[in-house]
């Protein structure tokens, strides 16, 4: 499934790969951020067809 990134418009398959290449985020603040809220980046990314 693809996924466009709201933040910098780019299309990727991978939506955590995609944070932590693109975006720098650390694999520890991800799985933090998703045991805390599992809907943490719904919003932030769009599902294309």
Do not use: G
């Not at 996924?3 to 910098?8: F, L, W």
């Not at 939506?15 to 809907?39: A, G």
């Amino acid at each position: 499934m693809k996924y466009m990134c709201r933040t910098c418009k780019k299309k990727c398959d991978n939506i955590l790969k995609h944070l932590m290449t693109v975006h720098r985020f650390s694999k520890t603040t991800i799985e933090s951020q998703l045991q805390t809220n599992p809907d943490s980046y719904k919003n932030a990314f769009v599902k294309l067809e």
